[in-house]
């Protein structure tokens, strides 16, 4: 990796960034990663488990992180430790080592935690180009944990229409990537190419998953911040990018924000996003049936503070599942009795096993049906030509399909 270009976009006076409250997060987070880490100072064990026919490097299990959370930080509850070790994986900095989905379970599921180079608190902003790259490289070598997902090659395939013109630069620099990786360790090589899936898990997701980087307050100011340029993992230039380097422009002083500065920074971020958001209760509400509202609500049931959850769980369960729902969705018996012999103790989890089968039916269903549409061809024309779908002409495609 190209650690240098990490060095020098962080180069210089003291980061305005470094008192935002994203920033502010993730250093409480690593501090608790590195406490985790920590064996000397009752950490968990880093070990090396023996599989069939190999051994898998420097992992722990997802039972002991839980036990280690509800010990140290004082947590009663088991579902509260998941929940935070779940919001901990999510930013990226922990991963299980054979799933995309950034979650953390208590049980024996195996995790691997992410390098500080990795970090969040980096300030990645990582372009297509580099996303290019690590597909490209990834079909490279054979071996068949890196082998590109549904989604991975759908992706693919889009980034090479996309950069048609430049594609054999990408080429060239994934063909070089994948000879200084050949040069490693084997052990070293597995670790990292692990860490790289999980770093791109974090910010290109498997659909279906939260992004959490895809509404970062420095998204909607970068306008504002013209001399602020994006950090390539690869280090690849962007063609976009024609602002000098943050390292050879001279660090003026700040001063104190006024309360009015504020204000104006509130209005400007509110303009922002009611220009680039899509509101769900607007137009995605009506492209989504009752499986998609299902899953989102459970999604929301997991962000939920505990004292709202098992009220919170039980609209759930009238709105979907319950005898008459007003918007009843189909579920396995399976699933069915699992799920009310959850709410007998609501929980953000109560509805796993009922949202796990729904996401199964929308992946091999309502996303394959997606993605013939016209309505997302259409969108995809708007995007090749330049061009964005307002909610009024996105409105009159669904009423005229």
């Known amino acids: 990796m190209a650690e240098g270009s990490k060095d020098q976009g962080c180069a210089g006076a003291t980061d305005p960034e470094e008192d935002s409250p994203n920033v502010i997060v993730y250093r409480k987070i690593e501090d608790i990663v590195m406490r985790i880490q920590d064996e000397k100072a009752g950490g968990v064990a880093i070990r090396t488990v023996k599989s069939f026919l190999s051994k898998i490097p420097s992992v722990v299990s997802g039972a002991d992180i839980v036990q280690w959370l509800m010990k140290n930080l004082t947590i009663e509850d088991a579902a509260e430790a998941i929940h935070l070790g779940s919001l901990v994986a999510a930013q990226g900095y922990l991963f299980p080592i054979s799933d995309h989905v950034l979650t953390l379970k208590d049980d024996g599921t195996l995790y691997r935690f992410q390098s500080p180079y990795f970090w969040p608190s980096n300030c990645w902003e990582p372009e297509n180009t580099d996303y290019?790259?690590?597909?490209?490289?990834?079909?490279?070598?054979?071996?068949?944990?890196?082998?590109?997902?549904?989604?991975?090659?759908?992706?693919?395939?889009?980034?090479?229409?996309?950069?048609?013109?430049?594609?054999?630069?990408?080429?060239?620099?994934?063909?070089?990537?994948?000879?200084?990786?050949?040069?490693?360790?084997?052990?070293?090589?597995?670790?990292?190419?692990?860490?790289?899936?999980?770093?791109?898990?974090?910010?290109?997701?498997?659909?279906?998953?939260?992004?959490?980087?895809?509404?970062?307050?420095?998204?909607?100011?970068?306008?504002r911040n013209p001399h602020r340029v994006k950090k390539s993992v690869y280090g690849v230039p962007d063609d976009s990018q024609s602002q000098p380097s943050p390292a050879h422009i001279p660090s003026q002083p700040t001063k104190k924000p006024t309360k009015e500065d504020v204000q104006k920074e509130i209005t400007f971020l509110n303009v922002q996003l009611d220009r680039h958001c899509m509101?769900?209760?607007?137009?995605?509400?009506?492209?989504?049936?009752?499986?998609?509202?299902?899953?989102?609500?459970?999604?929301?049931?997991?962000?939920?503070?505990?004292?709202?959850v098992a009220?919170?769980?039980?609209?759930?369960?009238?709105?979907?599942?319950?005898?008459?729902?007003?918007?009843?969705?189909?579920?396995?018996?399976?699933?069915?009795?699992?799920?009310?012999?959850?709410?007998?103790?609501?929980?953000?989890?109560?509805?796993?096993?009922?949202?796990?089968?729904?996401?199964?039916?929308?992946?091999?269903?309502?996303?394959?049906?997606?993605?013939?549409?016209?309505?997302?061809?259409?969108?995809?024309?708007?995007?090749?030509?330049?061009?964005?779908?307002?909610?009024?002409?996105?409105?009159?495609?669904?009423?005229?399909?």
């Not at 659909?207 to 307050?217: A, F, L, Y």
């Not at 509400?285 to 459970?298: C, H, R």
């Open 279 to 308: 509101k769900v209760s607007k137009v995605a509400d009506s492209l989504m049936g009752y499986t998609e509202q299902f899953w989102l609500a459970v999604q929301e049931l997991k962000r939920r503070p505990l004292q709202e």
């Open 132 to 223: 290019a790259i690590y597909l490209c490289k990834r079909t490279m070598q054979n071996k068949a944990r890196l082998e590109l997902a549904d989604y991975e090659a759908e992706n693919l395939a889009r980034l090479q229409r996309a950069f048609a013109r430049k594609w054999e630069f990408i080429f060239m620099q994934a063909e070089a990537q994948v000879k200084i990786d050949r040069k490693k360790d084997k052990a070293e090589r597995k670790i990292l190419d692990s860490q790289e899936r999980a770093f791109w898990d974090v910010h290109r997701p498997v659909p279906g998953c939260v992004n959490t980087t895809e509404m970062d307050i420095r998204k909607c100011r970068r306008e």
């Open 311 to 401: 009220s919170r769980a039980q609209e759930i369960w009238q709105e979907f599942l319950a005898e008459g729902a007003p918007s009843s969705i189909n579920l396995d018996s399976h699933s069915y009795e699992r799920t009310s012999q959850n709410l007998k103790d609501p929980g953000r989890y109560s509805f796993e096993d009922a949202q796990e089968h729904i996401f199964k039916l929308m992946k091999s269903d309502s996303y394959a049906r997606f993605l013939r549409s016209n309505i997302y061809q259409d969108l995809l024309l708007a995007r090749k030509k330049g061009k964005s779908l307002t909610g009024k002409r996105l409105t009159g495609l669904m009423q005229s399909s």
